[in-house]
């Protein structure tokens, strides 16, 4: 479908080109964070707590300091005080002070994990060694490893000085209240023929990206910083170690390494800081790497969560009123994404009345990070399941109930605003004309399941430059790490529009000296801001050629035109140039050709998805095994449709592995026990299908291209789907993730021994 | 007049009106007159003079990004609401 | 990992001299897919690590329809699963060795090592203890032979004393009319550790259970010999009561535990269920044969 | 700590190096040799992000230990392609985009490698339990099994046509 504002006749945009970064990638030559090394380089390896909740009475780190090849040991002594406010960061909202007690324990350790203090020697093996040395004296109190313990009357609290509006001075382990509402709630409910209330309860997940945390730090002695590591946003790990650190913004630079996945979980500091600090005690390069386990342990997963859920619909399948509570753990501080969840819970649908109330709660869990649409997973697999049941009672298809109550453009959004337009709607009709969803599900113990999904994707800030060489090729240059294959879009988008072949454009992404401000690669931002910037500076590269071209000519710029790469002088008969036989003429007519462009985008489009997935159950053992499984999701305008489609597989899988095994498995002692990829399960090649896609293109009218973003909603409808093809196969309504095969099995067997007891009743 | 969408949470101090007419030009001004007409809410919503990190402001629909500079027009629609992974409305 | 060293015996005498000078300072060192992540982890700590692979006796697999099987210690998984001698006469064992983790850990790890780990949760041992194999320890004083279902006395702990060695496993040769399966029961399709393994040969008179074996993994604190259950299957054919009684005996035995890969209800209940398809597999097999 | 020498074959080369007893093969190709195509995931031989091959078969190298590969064949990612010609999976995982960040890719190509030269005609089902020892975290896998379902057709094609040569 071609955008709105585009002529949608691309020459080079909706091909399927290389990616630029591919052949180093395939060949094992690009650098990923924890493949820098320098001369004299020390190795770093931070200890950290095994306990969930203690205070921390003393830390004696002098036998480890006379270890042979030990150089240098930092504790929180180390940092200095960082200021206590909340900054936005990425899909997150930060607070320094809090960020400087998640990198190093100040008086409290608050999770399984919390760093202590951090080494530096000459070799990993050596500070590993050095590391149980350090003693540390604790004294441990009880851990609050959920919400219900957490906001349990006389709890114990985590922060001292935690406070929130509503309890006034009163210590707390309840952070933020958020509240949505409209219409009459009451009113709502009686007008209903049929309500379903139930409550859910999710699993603490991790995102579960391959490539360790890893940074290489190196502190001069005139007071300037270089950090080298794999982020996906080297202007926040700027800005935060500089918090941390105490330093000037400008006396750091972050050079992103390659990026071996993050999904959110990359949008923080752990490491970076300490690798500096070590730096500055030692005076030499320190590397440190996280090992799996404490990157389970220790880095950002995201909330489990408690969400109550009670909605209402008449019998002619119309959604009249929607009543919520959610609460997410935040993890050791505030900060989890309850508020973007509670925005998105309903966020698919036409309600009239509803109130929402969503609560973030602190618990001695590793700080919670971004992931992949941070709380709107969550959030649908409460009522993408609730919506499922409703659509039953009212004995209408689950696609149809979904397009009765479907938002479109103009319908009031759950904070207020209308949706612009949006492809809802489409992603409906894609999956309810997929091959998949009219083919039959035949078998025992087998299901099909559909559920919606709603993001809001970030605009932020981006900036670009375009480079046009003296032959006429031409380098794009932004300050987005590639995550994704979002490289050769960018590079595709500056060869459309100056006509160029896309291998005569070579994108890359720079350090923060090198190019402007640009905000974190999350959100589902970069095609989308980033996008944005590249083809102002495109336009901005274009009018420049076009001067030149019109000197050459001895022309106004306005009597030329350009075309397909071409330049074309109106009226006489001037033979057409093109930018490859303008290019030589640069210096003559001016100097090099640059063009630029920053832009904190607006016109951001939401992105929608609906996911179908057929399930088979083993009735004995409770193990899903996923048969088929088939996404539609809104893309505005598909740039590189392969990297589309490889946004929405990813996200599909890692939605499916939440659904069906992955969880964060604490003992009562609130000490992680699945810290590694034997235990935390997620799915192998051999546990998935194909993943079929429908790209929908539904032009974004903020985006001069059209293009939305794609990188998070893929993951939204993938929990609940499987919920409700399980329900179809064995007619069981799972409420509780991962529905592993305990669980499911219990849930199964339960069910029987009531389905017989009321046989036998009857 | 451009009319500000009261977020929940802060309608106490509207005494419940969810919908407000404010006269004004830019966001700072319709903050200053929602707080000369409902003395505290303006704190909620500033910090050291702008709009608080973890709020954002919509305009017509539309994210703006310009915080108390952004103008806003005689029917304009302005809702206050929580910054993706932010809050405090 | 703290400093180790390591060292390259290529006979079996030089291999016990080496371990006998050591004694609790050293372990033999296979296929390292557990030992090197347990020193790394620091749950194990050893000064030495003594190579056994370049030793000819622990790498020997030969077959003798009459004396059965000897598999040395050292031969990995992947040379057992594509062996076809395995393949036909201890399919159970076979597939056991193909389950354990993925192709890169089957290319390095071996049933003996899998065995001297001493994990509650081995995937071979059960199958080891189902075909009644014994497992030959040669030491400082002399060799001693020991049932496999005796060999891990607690959770990481063998018989194997300091400066033994665990040689070859020794399995008699598969009667007539009789064949063995492996089932395990784990939460992805691969790469997982079991949450619950039953191992199981039979041997049958005609349609009717002449003798059977039951080998049980992560129900108890160390793989088991399950015996009531199998003596009770003697003179039955195998139907839904006699599969229904042999499961339910099956879980009484087991005593597993609360953990992260399963709870004690589930693995009861799976061990009943495995044990039921396990006997049918086995089954089906020797009355092909 | 006392170092040993270390004889092996490094793609097709010679190579003499020095490491610990406790250093991982993973470790001393990246670290002793700088051969750092080989990445670390997990260090447990779940993720099979530093997956090569020992003499012809695919280990986890960060379940080796250095020392071991005295006297062997080890091959990396760093040895797949010939004189500058991309080896035809590592042109196919480019074709069909099975990569995002690339961090499994190493590995998967390794896996699939041992996979197509043991068996050229593999269907779905192997290749997915062939690779079931690499974890890939972007993919969701479709496109990686189609790369590799692609190129076993193309070498299938390229072994006919020599045949037909012939």
């Not at chain 1, 919520?324 to 993890?331: C, K």
């Not at chain 1, 006489?572 to 920053?598: E, Y």
């Not at chain 1, 799972?734 to 067997?749: F, G, I, N, R, Y």
């Amino acid at each position: 479908m071609a955008a709105s504002t585009t002529t949608g006749n691309f020459r080079v945009i909706g091909t399927r080109p290389i990616r630029h970064d591919g052949v180093d990638k395939v060949t094992g030559r690009a650098k990923y964070g924890a493949d820098y090394t320098f001369p004299g380089m020390l190795h770093g390896k931070v200890l950290r707590s095994p306990h969930a909740h203690a205070n921390i009475k003393s830390i004696n780190i002098d036998k480890a300091l006379k270890l042979p090849g030990v150089k240098a040991i930092v504790t929180s002594k180390d940092l200095p005080q960082a200021e206590d406010k909340l900054e936005q960061a990425g899909e997150m909202v930060v607070n320094p002070m809090y960020l400087s007690m998640n990198i190093l324990a100040h008086e409290k350790v608050l999770y399984d994990g919390h760093a202590i203090a951090a080494v530096a020697a000459t070799s990993p093996h050596i500070a590993e060694e050095a590391l149980r040395l350090i003693e540390v004296e604790y004294e441990v109190l009880p851990p609050v490893m959920t919400v219900d313990v957490a906001t349990r009357p006389g709890a114990p609290i985590l922060l001292k000085d935690l406070r929130n509006k509503e309890e006034g001075d009163k210590e707390t382990n309840v952070a933020q209240h958020y509240q949505f509402k409209r219409g009459d709630l009451a009113a709502g409910f009686k007008a209903a023929d049929y309500v379903i209330e139930r409550e859910f309860n999710t699993a603490m997940v991790h995102q579960g990206y391959i490539e360790p945390h890893n940074a290489v730090g190196i502190y001069n002695s005139d007071g300037q910083a270089t950090i080298y590591c794999s982020t996906q946003g080297a202007f926040d790990v700027r800005s935060l170690s500089a918090q941390v650190l105490g330093m000037p913004v400008g006396h750091i630079k972050v050079v992103p390494a390659e990026i071996g996945g993050g999904f959110g979980g990359k949008t923080t500091i752990y490491l970076e800081p300490l690798s500096v600090l070590l730096s500055k005690k030692t005076g030499a390069p320190v590397k440190l790497v996280m090992s799996r386990a404490e990157v389970l342990r220790a880095s950002g997963p995201t909330s489990g969560s408690k969400i109550k859920v009670k909605m209402g619909a008449t019998k002619d399948g119309k959604l009249v009123a929607a009543e919520i509570w959610m609460a997410y753990e935040a993890g050791a501080f505030p900060g989890s994404p309850v508020g973007a969840g509670a925005m998105c819970i309903i966020a698919p649908y036409t309600v009239e009345n509803f109130q929402i109330d969503a609560y973030d709660v602190v618990v001695n869990r590793p700080k919670t990070a971004a992931y992949r649409a941070p709380g709107a997973t969550n959030a649908a697999f409460a009522s993408e399941t609730i919506i499922d049941e409703l659509a039953a009672k009212c004995g209408i298809d689950p696609i149809e109930f979904r397009l009765k109550n479907a938002v479109k453009e103009g319908a009031a959004q759950v904070v207020g605003p209308p949706f612009k337009r949006i492809g809802l709607i489409q992603t409906l009709e894609g999956i309810k004309n997929s091959p998949h969803y009219k083919s039959k599900l035949t078998g025992k113990f087998r299901g099909r399941g559909v559920a919606s999904g709603f993001w809001f994707n970030a605009g932020m800030q981006s900036s670009a430059t375009v480079n046009i060489h003296a032959d006429g090729t031409a380098s794009v240059v932004t300050g987005s790490p590639d995550i994704g294959g979002s490289r050769a879009s960018m590079a595709m988008i500056t060869a459309e529009l100056l006509g160029l072949e896309v291998t005569d454009v070579r994108p890359i992404t720079a350090d923060t000296d090198s190019i402007g401000h640009t905000d974190v690669t999350g959100g589902s931002r970069v095609t989308f801001a980033t996008g944005m910037a590249v083809y102002e500076a495109a336009k901005d590269a274009e009018r420049q050629l076009i001067e030149r071209a019109a000197k050459l000519w001895e022309k106004k710029p306005d009597e030329v035109e350009f075309r397909d790469g071409k330049f074309y002088a109106k009226g006489n008969g001037v033979p057409p140039m093109s930018i490859k036989q303008l290019a030589p003429r640069f210096a003559r007519t001016g100097g090099p050709i640059t063009g630029r462009a920053s832009v904190n985008a607006r016109g951001v489009g939401p992105g929608f998805a609906t996911t179908c997935v057929d399930v088979e159950v083993d009735p004995d053992t409770g193990k899903v095994q996923v048969l088929r499984c088939t996404i539609a999701q809104d893309a505005g305008k598909a740039i590189h449709p392969s990297y589309v489609e490889g946004q929405m597989q990813g996200g599909t899988a890692q939605g499916l592995g939440w659904a069906l095994n992955e969880e964060y498995f604490y003992d009562d002692k609130g000490t992680l026990r699945n810290f590694g990829f034997l235990d935390y399960r997620m799915p192998t090649c051999l546990d998935l299908p194909m993943i079929e896609t429908v790209v929908v293109e539904e032009a974004n009218p903020g985006h001069p291209l059209g293009v939305r973003g794609v990188g998070e909603v893929s993951i939204v409808p993938p929990v609940a789907a499987v919920a409700n093809a399980i329900f179809r196969a064995v007619g069981v309504r799972m409420t509780e993730t991962p529905m592993s095969p305990p669980k499911l099995l219990k849930a199964m067997l339960k069910h029987r021994g009531a389905t017989q007891h009321s046989a036998a009743a009857d | 007049m451009p009319t500000v969408v009261i977020p929940a949470l802060l309608r106490k101090f509207t005494g419940g009106l969810e919908r407000v007419d404010v006269p004004g030009k830019s966001i700072r001004e319709l903050i200053r007159h929602l707080g000369d007409r409902f003395p505290g809410i303006d704190q909620q919503l500033l910090e050291d003079g702008d709009i608080r990190p973890s709020i954002a402001v919509s305009i017509d629909g539309e994210i703006a990004t310009g915080g108390v500079l952004d103008a806003v027009s005689e029917n304009s629609e302005v809702h206050f609401i929580p910054a993706l992974g932010g809050g405090e409305v | 990992m703290h400093a180790i060293n390591y060292e390259v015996p290529s006979t079996l005498d030089q291999a016990v001299s080496i371990l006998k000078t050591h004694g609790e300072n050293a372990r033999p060192f296979c296929g390292g897919t557990d030992i090197i992540i347990q020193l790394r982890a620091g749950v194990r700590r050893t000064g030495h690590l003594v190579d056994v692979k370049k030793i000819k006796e622990l790498q020997t697999l030969s077959f003798d329809a009459k004396k059965g099987l000897r598999l040395g210690a050292a031969v990995s998984c992947i040379d057992i699963s594509q062996s076809d001698v395995m393949r036909r006469h201890y399919p159970g064992l076979t597939e056991a060795a193909h389950l354990i983790g993925s192709l890169q850990i089957q290319n390095r790890a071996s049933v003996g090592g899998n065995l001297c780990n001493g994990s509650p949760a081995a995937d071979t041992t059960p199958a080891l203890i189902a075909l009644g194999a014994r497992a030959r320890i040669v030491g400082p004083s002399g060799e001693r032979e020991v049932p496999v279902e005796d060999f891990v006395v607690s959770p990481g702990r063998t018989v194997v004393k300091p400066g033994e060695l665990l040689v070859e496993l020794l399995i008699p040769a598969p009667a007539p009319h009789s064949s063995d399966a492996y089932l395990r029961f784990i939460p992805r399709n691969e790469m997982d550790i079991a949450v619950v393994g039953v191992g199981a040969s039979v041997t049958l008179d005609g349609d009717k259970v002449k003798a059977a074996r039951i080998g049980l993994g992560a129900v108890a604190a160390t793989p088991l010999l399950e015996t009531k259950a199998a003596d009770g299957l003697i003179g039955k054919k195998l139907d839904d009561a006699s599969l229904e009684a042999a499961g339910r005996l099956v879980s009484e035995v087991c005593k597993p535990i609360d953990d992260m890969r399963g709870t004690i209800e589930f693995r009861l209940h799976v061990a009943a269920v495995l044990t039921r398809r396990v006997l049918t597999i086995a089954a089906d097999r020797a009355k092909k044969i | 700590m006392k170092k040993t020498l270390v004889e092996a074959t490094i793609n097709g080369e010679t190579v003499e190096f020095l490491c610990e007893p406790r250093q991982s093969l993973l470790e001393t190709l990246r670290d002793v040799l700088e051969l750092t195509g080989s990445k670390e995931g997990c260090l447990t031989g779940d993720c099979g992000a530093c997956t090569v091959m020992l003499d012809g078969r695919a280990v986890c190298s960060c379940l080796v230990l250095g020392v071991e590969a005295q006297g062997k064949k080890i091959d990396t990612v760093e040895g797949l392609a010939t004189n500058g010609v991309l080896h035809v999976l590592q042109n196919k995982f480019l074709e069909h985009a099975s990569l995002q960040c690339g961090i499994c890719t190493p590995g998967f190509l390794i896996s699939a490698k041992s996979l197509l030269d043991r068996n050229p005609k593999p269907t779905e089902p192997e290749i997915r339990y062939a690779l079931a020892g690499n974890l890939c975290r972007c993919t969701g896998y479709d496109k990686i099994v189609k790369a590799v379902l692609d190129a076993a057709a193309d070498i299938r094609s390229q072994q006919d046509k020599s045949k037909s040569a012939a």
